[in-house]
């Protein structure tokens, strides 16, 4: 069910329940108003009953009658009963019919001259008590409340319509308001269904507001932004990957269909055999690149993890720096160190730490000529600071923010050999370390990466 249609619904009941609540509450009032109009009526027909037969002065009592001839209209089965009880011992010297209960004829007594009140389905009853010397009489009337009767079955008819009528105007309100309110969203529907691999570039409409409508639009719109900018990236990282892995193929088919030819001097077999080892050994390390670049990419939940201490890490990478490149020129510096020990250690994967760290060390020496590359630790609060510090030949402004897309090189490393994927790489990885890396660099100046991680 659409979610319009669950709306008019909803809607819809919501009426029908206030209107049958409200009818229910109007009908009680009315019922009870009407039930005490006849009551007051029933009561006043047995004072008039009560003055007539027990006045003294006969005039006053004939008056009593003429007048309830001429201005009362009599009521529907209308009846009157008279009963007797000895004044002092309170017993009724007359039976009363079954209709008038014993009870009753108590209640009367005890009321001393109020007027009591009684209904059964239909019938209305009003008793009261007439004191004498030796004998009191207990005056009842009774009677049907047809007319009253009527009036409420036909209030009850035009509640029963009105309260339909009001669900069926309710129910196309609703429908008709659901329809406007929905209306933006068919619209953004119709526009989403339009949207394919093949044509990112489409977007909603915004229509510049702050309601929810606008806010869906503006988020939905960003998400494609990024969505085309993922396809945009695997298609660019397929097409380098293609080309990288392609280059040292090439050469090694190459260089093996050269070796085959013809017959060679043994020099010429070695020297052939070399560059095919050197151009594997080139493809293993791009592969490798890889596979670590894809490791990165999940959420680091499958991976080993264990405490690390940072000064240790970069000591590590410092010696992992000498054995990759011997003749190095890497300083490493450690500040304020914190009392507390587990100040110093964070959790996390420590081959990726290491490859992370390393890559930017070692991106530093290249670059740079070997010229000096300070890597840096200070400790802060809740988090350690490791700074890289180099004056080789930095990156152009316009390429920084490029960096971490895998197998983009800055215009101003064609002479220097490489993939592109290191920065990639090592982004990756301080991401599932939960921390961040951040690159200042000017060109022909230097470039200083700083990689801050949680501790603690």
């Known amino acids: 069910m ?31 108003a ?8 029933v009561e006043l ?15 006053s009592a004939e008056a009593f009658q003429q007048l309830q001839k001429q201005y009362l209209e009599k009521l529907s089965q209308e009846k009157a009963f008279v009963f007797e009880a000895d004044s002092v011992t309170g017993k009724f010297r007359n039976h009363s019919p079954k209709e008038i209960s014993d009870a009753f004829l108590q209640e009367i007594l005890l009321a001393d001259g109020a007027t009591v009140f009684k ?66 969203f068919r619209s953004i529907t119709n526009k989403v269904k339009q949207i394919n691999e093949n044509n990112l570039h489409l977007r909603l409409e915004d229509t510049g507001g702050k309601d929810e409508i606008a806010e869906l639009t503006q988020t939905f719109n960003k998400m494609i932004d990024r969505i085309e900018m993922a396809f945009e990236t695997q298609n660019n990282f397929i097409s380098n990957a293609s080309h990288e892995l392609r280059t040292p193929l090439t050469a090694i088919a190459a260089e093996a269909d050269f070796a085959l030819s013809k017959e060679r001097t043994a020099a010429e077999y070695q020297h052939s055999i070399q560059h095919i080892v050197s151009q594997s050994e080139k493809l293993q390390q791009l592969i490798k690149g890889l596979l670590d670049l894809a490791q990165t990419g999940f959420d680091g939940k499958k991976l080993s993890w264990e405490k690390i201490r940072l000064d240790q890490l970069i000591f590590d990478v410092k010696a992992n720096a000498d054995a990759i490149m ?23 994967n420590y081959n990726l730490l290491k490859i992370a760290i390393s890559n930017i060390v070692l991106n530093a020496c290249k670059y740079s000529h070997n010229k000096k590359v300070v890597l840096h630790l200070k400790f802060e609060e809740n988090f350690g600071r490791i700074t890289v510090t180099d004056t080789g030949i ?19 490393t064609r002479s220097y050999e490489g993939y592109g994927i290191g920065m990639p790489l090592s982004k990756n990885i301080i991401r599932l370390h939960k921390g961040k890396i951040e690159v200042n660099s000017k060109e022909n100046v230097g470039t200083v990466v700083e990689v801050i991680l949680p501790v603690g």
């Open 34 to 41: 009407a039930q005490n109009d006849f009551n007051k009526r």
């Open 2 to 32: 659409k979610i319009q249609t669950r709306t008019t619904i909803l809607f819809t009941v919501i009426t029908a329940v206030f209107f049958i609540a409200l009818d229910i509450v109007v009908y009680y009032f009315i019922n009870e």
């Open 45 to 59: 027909r047995a004072k008039i009953s009560a003055k007539y037969r027990f006045e003294k002065n006969k005039v």
């Open 394 to 412: 930095g990156i152009p402004e316009e390429d920084v923010k490029h960096i971490y897309v895998p197998f983009f090189r800055a215009s101003n």
């Open 326 to 348: 011997p003749d190095n020129n890497v300083a490493v510096s450690v500040e304020h160190f914190p009392e507390d020990e587990n100040k110093m250690i964070i959790t996390g």
């Open 119 to 184: 209904q059964t389905k239909f019938r209305h009853y009003a008793g009261l008590l007439h004191k004498d010397e030796k004998v009191n009489h207990i005056i009842i009337k009774s009677a049907t409340n047809q007319y009253g009767l009527e009036v409420m079955g036909d209030l009850r008819k035009i509640m029963i319509t009105t309260l339909l009528f009001s669900i069926a105007v309710s129910y196309l309100a609703g429908q008709y308001f659901a329809k406007r309110t929905f209306r933006p």
